[in-house]
């Protein structure tokens, strides 16, 4: 009204944007619908529709990590290679976790999580196209391995052996799919990555705004803990998916146990897009805000037409980088992720080649063994947290007693393994023995055979077998072995001969010495049992300082720039931890290879890793890491007394302004 002015106090409830009904005909009331509030206003219909995006969101990046050794097999790439394609869902984050956080954190966080989620789907899929246009012919180039291994052939060179026009033209369009696949699924990845960074980064700090401070813990707890479930259900299902055919229409005419089985690596990303894609749509009906009870209005600048949208943008992040204790606990969780992602990302592969596994059950080891007792360890802290309140000093001590557990029990971890497996030899190319050296075997693939003699050979032409016989769609036997010595009785080359009744033919098979396809084995091993038992328990430990580390994040920053630390953590983990930390523990996977697939004159993949030196590598280092976060949280800890864990106890300094009573449960 033109000429009224207003008093000091219908001043402050106008800027606070609360009239109380009264009137102004420059800034009208805002009009307050009361009626009943649909199911989508509710914290835990939020908490189901966010945490199945979230579980999908781990699924998948589980998934691709089960399906690594198949890819690595399929396009003959190494550790490190695969190692770079998982960093590319960081790097994804890398480049939107800031501005996405910065922007999204101030508007309507809902539907940018939904949007997020749908690209996170459109990156899925693009990962399924290589299999689409290229699947049908990798099989096609594989075709000439089917069949006997190379043998020994005296009188010249086999034709096998000989990178013949055939073999070269094979290997050659191999290489060249495998230069489009390669970068086209580092830009799917990229985009997953771009996909995900909404989905953690503006749920956690939306839930925490529409809880109290008391029930944060539980929420926390229940959010991080179900988000567990999401790893563990992506290797369980690469353990299914890899027990399919990459070509399910097609008959292989070998079991999913023989080293020639490829996998069905694209099944999986179909259901999980399919899913992402529904609940996407779902998470598009959720309000700017479920809590009724309005939160304090964050600090705004009045802005002019012509000033920048990313005014208050860079005095944001320097909020964030002078709070000391925010950037000591974001070097202790880019060291504690860093042993952890990288454990994860090759411990299918460990299990495979240290204690054995099929890749089936490398996965269900991995899944069941680790994923979900961290789960628990995550879900059993929360509970803690909120019945004992501890105060933040106590957290930060317990977060840093879980970093020293984890560092020794990968050390103790070193020392469990199974019994080497015993070559005769190794070189690269499959170079003769003294016995095969006419038999011409340099360049031969890598066809593993167990001879009677309990010793593995590379191939049965480096063993100098040269007669073989099929017995069934996958195991074969190669007689006349030059190499192998007839007098010996190994355990796994005679019960092969039993199991198919060749026992009684000692004249045929067993006067000269015979070998059957596959290693030896190494002998009988129990000590996985042994490893799952720490391995679980170490990681339980671990898992339990999880909340807690999350929590003091969360404390030790402003209400309004919670969104904000979380990417600044999301950040800092992208940059310093996830992106090196696979292409870090790629190359030491790769340092313990002694032997690497050849194909007219091109390397492939890893045939065959030193266990020993697997261990020290991969083990070692994530026992490295570990024991550096430990020395971070106790920088924290030190400084750890200044934070608040429970705000809300406080009583407020003003008296807060008369508001709509809650009707949503929380």
Known sequence: ??????????????????????????????????????????????????????VLQGMFLTYFVSVTTTVEKLFKVGSKTTGT?????????????????????????????????LVLAVGVIGCVVPHILYGTRLMDLDAHRAGAAPVCAINGTSSEVICDATHAQNTA?????????????????????????????????????????????????????????????????????????????????????????????????????GFIVLLSALMFCFPRQIKPMPLPPPPKIKKDKGEPFFK??????????????????????????????????????????????????????SGLGGILVMGLGIITSGVVILKLVPTARQVAAWTATTAAIYSAGMVVLMFVSCPEESYRALSPGGANLTCSEACHCDGAPYSPVCGQDSFTYQSPCQAGCVDSKQLDNSTWLYYNCLCVDAELHGERAFKTLERFGLDGSPLKYQSTGFAVSGECGGGACTQIYAFIAIFAAVMFVHASGEVGAVLLIIRCTDKHDKAMAMGVIQFAIGVFGNVPCPIIFGAAVDAACRLRERACGLLGGCASYDSDSLR??????????????????????????????????????VTPLPTAPSDTPL
């Open 1 to 54: 009204m033109k000429g009224v002015e207003a008093t000091p106090e219908e001043q402050e409830r106008l800027a606070t944007g609360n009239n109380n009904g009264s009137f102004d005909c420059k800034i009208p009331p805002p009009v307050q619908k009361v009626g009943p509030r649909s199911a989508f206003h509710s914290t835990r219909v939020f908490m189901l529709v966010f945490l199945s995006g979230w």
């Open 85 to 117: 394609l998982l960093a590319a869902t960081e790097i994804g984050q890398i480049c939107t976790a800031l501005f996405l956080t910065y922007l999204a954190g101030r508007g309507h966080r809902p539907r940018w999580i939904a949007c997020m989620m």
């Open 173 to 273: 369009a191999r290489s060249s799919i495998t230069a489009v696949v390669i970068p086209w699924l580092f830009i799917c990845l990229l985009v997953v990555g771009v996909g995900q960074t909404g989905i953690a980064t503006l749920g956690i700090p939306y839930v925490d705004d529409n809880v109290g401070s008391r029930q944060s813990p539980l929420y926390m707890a229940i959010t991080i803990g179900t988000r567990v479930i999401g790893p563990a259900l992506g290797f369980l299902l690469g353990a299914l998916c890899t027990r399919v055919y990459v070509d399910p229409l097609a008959n292989p005419e070998f079991e999913y146990t023989d080293p020639r089985w490829v996998g069905a690596w694209w099944l999986g990303m179909v259901f999980i897009a």
């Open 312 to 365: 208050d943008f860079f005095a944001t992040i320097k909020r964030q980088l002078t709070n000391d204790i925010l950037m000591w606990r974001t070097a202790s969780s880019v060291l504690h992720l860093m042993p952890i992602s990288g454990v994860y990302s090759y411990l299918p592969k460990y299990l495979e080649q240290a204690f054995r596994l099929p890749t089936h059950d490398a996965n269900l080891v």
């Open 616 to 653: 020290h590598f991969y083990l070692g280092l994530s026992a490295g890491l570990m024991f550096l976060a430990f020395i971070m949280d106790m920088l924290v800890w030190s400084k750890a007394g200044r934070i608040d864990m429970n705000p809300a106890d406080k009583t407020p300094d």
